[in-house]
């Protein structure tokens, strides 16, 4: 049996595995069957792993064994596992992930902040017809691109939309956008957000978990960006998970491109 510890980014559950010593490889098959012992509600499992280009790496899988992923969320997670099992004590350290490297720094106990590049591709409110009510819907749509593909929709840019963020039906919803053939063959993750006094309430529906998730950390990065460009809303930014829990957006634009971009939020131990 795989030791592992359970943690929490803000809601995005994760199985944390220690490859340190590089013991596991068929990682993808590992994920499945650690998933499948009962652990059906986490979103994935990460391998914390050595690194050759920065101090330790997350590998991130899906749920469902997909893998070479990039999870905001669980980039935290990970720099918590690292500092709880006493691994690395520095406050501030680097992460490998998808062959890049992420800068996590100790904000608190259980609060982090991930450095993140700028996005590779974005592109703000395009046409986009969606089926929402088993008719097509006329939306205006946002995709960005943080090495994890998103699509933002921001619910006012629905039209003739008459329900709350809280009524949607995420998992229909966000399963229309995440295979729309404008989006294939890699698909996206679907984020739906609404703005309240000044801050972002967001639900997301999740590739390779296939459901909505209580939080997605790229999937605030990239909302919080569309909601720069489409609504003149300025960082930095409080995002509302469906968790309940809050994460910190915030970048610099200069010369129309963005720099500094942070994601700060809580990491704990769940068990």
């Known amino acids: 049996m795989t030791n592992y510890q359970k943690y929490s980014g803000a809601g995005n559950d994760f199985l ?6 590089g013991e596991f490889k068929n990682l993808s098959a590992l994920t499945v069957e650690l998933i499948s012992l009962g652990n059906k509600n986490f979103d994935g499992v990460i391998f914390v792993e050595d690194s050759d280009i920065a101090d330790y790496k997350m590998n991130y899988y899906n749920r469902d064994g997909t893998g070479n992923a990039l999870c905001g969320n669980g980039l935290r997670c990970t720099a918590k596992y690292l500092r709880d099992n006493a691994i690395c ?10 062959n890049k490297i992420y800068q996590a720094e100790f904000l608190s106990k259980d609060t982090i902040a991930i450095s993140f590049p700028p996005p ?5 409110g395009f046409p986009l017809k969606v089926n929402f009510f088993e008719w097509w819907q006329d939306v205006r749509a946002s995709y960005i691109d943080v090495d994890s593909l998103h699509c933002v929709i921001f619910l006012d840019d629905i039209e003739n939309l008459n329900i709350s963020l809280e009524e949607i039906d995420i998992n229909e919803w966000g399963r229309n956008v995440r295979m729309h053939h404008d989006f294939m ?7 739906f957000a609404e703005i309240r ?3 972002i309430f967001l639900r997301s529906y999740e590739k390779g978990v296939e459901g909505e998730t209580l939080a997605c950390g790229t999937g605030a990065i990239c909302t919080a960006i569309a909601a720069y460009s489409l609504k003149g809303l300025i960082p930095p930014y409080k995002i509302h998970t469906q968790s309940g829990n809050i994460l910190t957006v915030h970048f610099e634009i200069n010369n129309s491109q963005i720099s500094g971009l942070t994601l700060a939020g809580p990491a704990i131990k769940i068990s």
């Open 120 to 124: 590779k591709k974005m592109k703000f």
């Open 89 to 98: 004590k520095k406050n501030i350290f680097t992460l490998e992930a998808i």
């Open 185 to 191: 063959p890699e698909g996206v993750n679907a984020n």
């Open 16 to 21: 944390m595995v220690n490859n340190l010593s």
């Open 197 to 199: 006094s000044g801050e």
